[in-house]
């Protein structure tokens, strides 16, 4: 009979040292319902192999504290002492309000602000070592700014600042403003040097201010002031503070589950309950926020199972794991500082989850990310080289500001997942990337509504550096500008997939060699643009139905274009209208004389994209 955990009884950590008396077959604990506050990190290790723990009813397990002791601040704000915080004790980056996530104080309130900063040295790959040149220090830590930018009233100790790179983005602290030089010196060092990759890639030098007084501009919103030790707060219109219920988070992690060097953690299953609050520190994330850790962490885990989880409202990234045969499957993460999911081990089966709203502290985060992709870390790099066989199918993802899905390793299967408005914030990604893989196939998906960017752009699939025999066929992309992206990938081929776009659209490769390119349907508004024709061994049989406008190929001298022209229809290419009857909801039909059926391109179905009703799911 499982053990019954509830808010005013016996522990979860009273609870977990009872099941390991038990045989493996008995442990079992049942959350019961309410709010369940964990101040310490819950630990699980190989001792606990064969545990589950399930939430019965509205159960929730809270990694922060309430704060309670509200007073008045002036006319409109509210203020509670923590001591904590003045004594540097403790700092946090998101507050849950009556269980929201609360927008921070910022400024400006939309846009960003525009700094001054020049970091002029050639980018030349990932996998080539990065700038031609490293960073210093100082290149790393300093940034220029327009005077009228920044207030003289700014306090330093309390700000931060997100300065946005290309594909990813450095959260910073102020160690000191010099108003003689318009400089301001940070307190942590950014991942890449303010001003890298902009004059190449033509796009603005953004950053935005967080967490100071003149941020706070709007009810809902709050900021940590450190210098006065205090947490300050407008409230709604329709908020009393003598009921609101305000947390703050105090743990990294509010569940572990890791081995030890006698035993891994293993068999251990978490089922239907809710996980909130956990913090993040101040620091630069790395590609797709990967150095964050997870409200719920596995580390070297084997064969666990986590389902009908709900985490949100979380400082980092909702789950952070690594291990072979983990499987998460119809979870729902939203409102994280960071990513949703961060995996990495052979034989991952991702499915059925719902992930929106992330990034909300870290917009480079990767909605759901599974391998390693950086050659340049080599501890990583060599142990992702063997991760192999994951599944990701039937996700829905929306509301991101990088990337949606990223993915490495060998023998990938990316299936029937419904991703849109993805990179909203960021550049030089996509609905669905790959990177460092082979023997990968992306097939059935179906993406839309993606804004178009500057420089590598945002796409709908982005085949990236050593991207190698891997298979992208039957997909359905819609108001996604660019389709796809190729760099420096192999021998991969795109097959009967169906792009539509409003205006001018393009498909491009660069530095790529191998492809196959067949079978596929481009319908744009205003005509078409294919960079590199010349990367592919095998182009037939597509048709390209430019709209008002011309197909137009470009010819490249590895980025830069040398040639431009209007692309011969041969080998079966045509621009005939593909006399499509229906395709907006994912569905592809053709009309009877439609030249597709001579062509041999077939009509796809991916209108059960995305998640799988649950009585349907229970079935499987």
């Known amino acids: ?121 050639t980018w030349k790959s990932t996998y080539e070592g990065g700038f031609e040149r490293e960073p210093t220090y100082e290149e790393l830590t300093t940034l220029k700014f327009k005077p009228a930018d920044i207030p003289t009233s700014f306090e330093p100790k309390n700000a931060e600042l997100t300065v946005f790179h290309m594909w990813d983005e450095s959260l910073v602290g102020v160690k000191q403003i010099d108003r003689g030089s318009n400089t301001i010196m940070f307190s942590n060092p950014a991942g890449w040097p303010p001003g890298a990759f902009a004059k190449y890639y033509q796009f603005d030098k953004r950053y935005v201010v967080w967490n100071t007084r003149e941020g706070l501009q709007k009810p809902g919103q709050w900021y940590l002031d450190r210098a006065a030790g205090e947490l300050v707060y407008w409230p709604q219109e329709n908020e009393d503070m003598a009921k609101v219920e305000i947390y703050a988070p105090v743990l990294e992690n509010v569940l572990v589950l890791e081995g030890d060097d006698h035993n891994d953690v293993a068999d251990i299953e978490l089922q239907d309950f809710t996980v909130a609050l956990s913090n993040a520190p101040l620091m630069s994330g790395a590609f797709g926020a990967k150095l964050f850790d997870g409200a719920i962490a596995l580390r070297g885990a084997k064969n666990c199972k986590l389902e009908g989880l709900t985490i949100k409202n979380v400082g980092a990234h909702g789950i952070k794991a690594d291990g072979d045969d983990i499987s998460i ?202 960079y590199d024709p010349a990367t592919c061994t095998d182009f037939n049989n597509n048709i390209l139905f430019a709209g008002s406008g011309k197909v137009i190929g470009k010819s490249l001298n590895r980025y830069e274009v040398i040639d431009e022209f209007e692309l011969p229809l041969t080998d079966g290419n045509t621009d005939e209208d593909p006399l499509i009857l229906e395709y907006e909801e994912g569905k592809i039909r053709f009309a009877p004389n439609s030249i597709a059926h001579e062509l041999g391109i077939q009509e796809v179905d991916v209108s059960d994209a995305g998640r799988i009703p649950l009585k349907e799911t229970n079935n499987l």
């Open 1 to 121: 009979m499982p053990i019954t955990v509830t808010t005013n009884g016996t522990t979860l950590l009273e609870a977990i040292a009872a099941c390991r008396q038990l045989p493996k077959s008995e442990r079992k604990i049942t959350l019961s319902e309410g709010n369940h506050f964990v101040g310490e990190t819950i630990r699980l290790g190989g001792m606990d192999s064969g545990l589950v723990i399930k939430g019965s009813g509205d159960a929730r397990l809270y990694g922060g504290q309430r704060i309670a002791n509200w007073e008045p601040k002036g006319d409109t704000l509210w203020r509670a002492k923590l001591p904590e915080v003045l004594a540097g004790k403790w700092d946090f980056r998101m507050l849950m309000v009556n269980d929201r996530y609360a927008e921070r104080a910022h400024f400006p309130q939309k846009g960003f602000l525009i700094h001054e900063t020049d970091f002029d040295v």
């Open 329 to 530: 499957t119809s979870c729902q993460i939203y409102n994280a500082g960071a990513g949703a999911i961060r995996i990495t081990g052979s034989r991952a089966n991702i499915h059925n989850n719902y992930i929106h709203d992330i990034g909300k502290t870290f917009p480079s985060a990767i909605a759901l990310y599974v391998g390693a992709t950086d050659p340049n870390v080599l501890e990583e790099w060599e142990a992702g080289k063997a991760y192999t066989d994951c599944v990701i199918a039937h996700n829905e993802l929306h509301d991101v500001p990088y990337a949606a899905i990223c993915a490495g390793g060998k023998n990938l299967v990316i299936e029937k997942n419904l991703i849109y408005r993805a990179m909203q914030n960021l550049y030089d990604g996509a609905g669905i990337y790959i990177t460092f893989c082979t023997n990968s196939m992306v097939r059935n998906n179906f993406i839309r509504d993606i804004k178009d960017a500057p420089g590598a752009g945002t796409s709908a699939y982005y085949l990236d550096e050593k991207a190698i025999d891997c298979l992208v066929e039957g997909n359905v992309e819609i108001n996604v500008p660019r389709a796809s992206h190729n760099h420096i990938g192999k021998n991969n081929t795109f097959r009967n997939n169906f792009f539509f776009m409003k205006e001018k659209g393009r498909f491009s490769m660069e530095r790529s060699e191998g492809y196959v390119f067949e079978k596929n349907v481009v319908v744009t508004g205003t005509g078409f643009e294919f």
